[in-house]
């Protein structure tokens, strides 16, 4: 998935802000399960202003990624 998310990170360059979560580190559980994500890997899109707009739990294309991407800078735009 990193090579994924990535390049969607560069596709989407000053549009988008990528974080990563490292699941296996105590002090992430807690944003782990405030945005709903069990398991790995999980995936949670935000809009501007911090709400969940999408979730996605297990691989994902980049396809999926990149359309839910697209949908919330769209949105903002």
Known sequence: MTPIVNGLEEE??????????????PENVELQQGFGLRGHPAFAILDENGR??????????????????TAVVLAEN
């Open 12 to 25: 989407f360059d000053a549009e988008i802000t990528v974080v990563r979560l490292n699941a296996a580190e």
């Open 52 to 69: 969940t707009t999408e979730t996605f739990f297990g691989p994902q294309s980049e396809e999926t990624l990149r359309a839910a991407l």
